[in-house]
């Protein structure tokens, strides 16, 4: 049973939309780590915790273990009160429904170290940061800018940040006031069903590699990216990484592994 002990408490629960929650987690008699913005951590609850009401059936009878999953932080590596997570709910997955059934004051399993290597200490100091993400790949993102931007730097910082609706698209409010204050800092948020927006939506539609291609990027950042000036992260659907991938290495970029320093930079969820 020492397995199953729950080591932290949701000290708040935000509900982005119907099918993505914010939760900050707060250890519970013990002090965080030191991680690095872009890096992950493991939460897990027992099999025989609660499902919400929106997901699918589980089938399988508990056994007394407790379900671990890695999610992307999203807060600032300077916060020591709370771990923050941005969570999307699969239905018929195993954990994220029952983390959806969290209360504030409920308790939970935080694992006590952090990993990943999707952080910025590849960059030179002298690039532009092009961040591409779907959904909750916004997450490592927001850790990033929260832990490491430097307002009115001579270096850009843009994030292209895509969903189906604009509801879906979390830390807007946030980003949005942050583009305001921090000249370097650009945001373009992108919805792919713009026809079924409750208000007309003025921004920009479709997906990210067609962002990409058409120079909407490049005209909001006022810049144009190369592969001599530039990182590129890329977070989230697997297509649109695949695709946009294949779009950058024609265009002279090289992905960033263990054995090339390149400049495009990669974290596939599924």
Known sequence: MADLKLNAIVAHRIEVSSDLIILRICPDGWELPDFIGGQFAVLGLPDSSPRCKLSDDDPDAPKGKLIRRAYSISSSSKNKEYIEFYITLVRSGKLTPRLFHLKEGDKVFLNQKYTGTFTLDMVPDNAHTIFMGTGTGLAPYMSMIRSSLQANSDNKTVIVHGARHSW???????????????????????????????????????????????????????????????????CGNPSMVDTLQEILESEGFTEHTRKISGNIHVERYW
């Not at 830390?171 to 942050?178: A, G, I, K, V």
């Not at 800092?185 to 990409?212: A, N």
Request: neutral net charge; glycine residues 8%.
């Open 168 to 234: 879906d698209l979390g830390y807007r409010s946030e980003l949005s006031t942050l583009a305001t204050i921090c000249r370097n800092l650009t945001y373009l948020p992108v919805i792919t069903r713009p026809q079924l927006e409750h208000v007309k939506w003025g921004g920009s539609t479709g997906y990210l590699q067609d962002i990409w291609v058409n120079g909407t990027v490049a005209k909001i950042a006022d810049f144009k990216p190369t592969a001599e000036n530039s990182h590129i992260f890329l």
